[in-house]
């Protein structure tokens, strides 16, 4: 193996490892690295692990955590797997405004859409356009914590991978002239 390919692979091993142990210890609701997980992986790894990390780090968490109404987990899933799509547009055009506006749009889908869906498909809610309001009424904290958690993930993973990709660069650089 390449060392691109230790890289790729123990960045993806450690993104994976990160999002699951997010997602089991104490945290806020919705405060998780999954959307950041997306969005770095994008940036860094590729389009493709965009996708099968965050799915696979939410995965392997609800594993533990148990898993609930398959419409409602379909909709968090789905929402995770546009994110993923959303995170290419980051990779295309870089830069730390386009980034933070990507996460924000990121958090705005997930509440939009899941909220969406808890209304349609669980019993809490009156099946009308005033129940919808009010699901998402009372996501307000839920998105709160996500949008929050979404930026301050980002801005740590993004972070890590400049303070490695900087570090390597300046390795590379050391090797090459001594």
């Known amino acids: 193996m390449n060392r691109s ?20 210890l104490p945290h806020a609701p919705n405060a998780t690295p999954i959307t950041a997980i997306a969005f770095a992986s994008s940036i860094y790894l590729g389009k493709r692990w965009s996708l099968v990390l965050p799915i696979g780090a939410l995965l392997l968490s609800d594993m533990v955590i148990g898993f609930y ?31 933070f506006l990507s996460v924000m749009g990121a958090s ?40 929050m958690g979404d930026v ?5 993973l993004l ?5 490695v990709r900087a570090g390597i660069r300046t390795r590379s650089h050391a090797v090459k002239t001594a």
Request: aromatic fraction near 26%.
């Open 108 to 147: 705005l889908l997930f509440f939009f859409i899941t909220n969406g869906a808890v209304w349609l498909f669980s019993p809490w809610y009156e099946k009308s356009i005033f129940g919808l309001l009010y699901s998402y009424e009372l996501g307000i904290p839920f998105f709160r914590n996500m949008f």
């Open 69 to 99: 109404d398959w419409r409602i987990m379909a909709s968090v899933y789905g929402s995770f797997a546009l994110i993923g799509c959303w995170s290419w547009v980051s990779r295309k055009y870089g830069g730390i405004f386009p980034i």
């Open 152 to 156: 301050m993930y980002s801005a740590f």
């Open 159 to 163: 972070g890590v991978f400049e303070l």
């Open 5 to 24: 390919t230790v890289f790729i692979f123990l960045a993806a091993l450690s993104l994976i490892l990160f999002g699951v142990l997010a997602r089991l």
